[in-house]
């Protein structure tokens, strides 16, 4: 449960931080925009989000495997949908990327 709610923090985190690094709502100059949002966007997105997708599926491979404990999926797929969470979240955090080089052209 923890690498699920992890992966839906890390979405909803990089959504925010995109609006707050003036992708959504363009900077009226440079100097406005926050790169330091559109890195730690980066962060939480693309790599925090694959990081706890790994323990998600870790952590389910092992409660499945185990022979002490009956394993119950929810009705909607538990994989399935953290696969749809960090995939959105990944991309949001592309979107950081692109921000931040962006960013770094506008200051040159």
Do not use: Q
């Not at 690094?21 to 925009?33: L, N, Q, S």
């Not at 969470?85 to 052209?105: D, K, N, P, Q």
């Amino acid at each position: 449960m923890l690498p699920f709610v992890v992966a839906l923090v890390m979405l909803l985190a990089s959504a925010v931080l995109l609006y707050s690094g003036g992708e959504i709502v363009p900077c009226r100059r440079a100097a406005t925009c926050e790169p330091a949002a559109n890195v730690l966007g980066f962060f939480a997105g693309s790599l925090v989000g694959v990081i706890s997708l790994g323990a998600f599926v870790a952590l389910d491979n092992r409660r499945k495997a185990s022979t002490s404990r009956r394993y119950r999926s929810w009705r909607i797929s538990p994989r399935g949908l953290i696969i749809w969470i960090v995939s959105a979240a990944w991309i949001l955090g592309m979107l950081h990327m692109f921000g931040f080089a962006l960013h770094l052209t506008r200051l040159l």
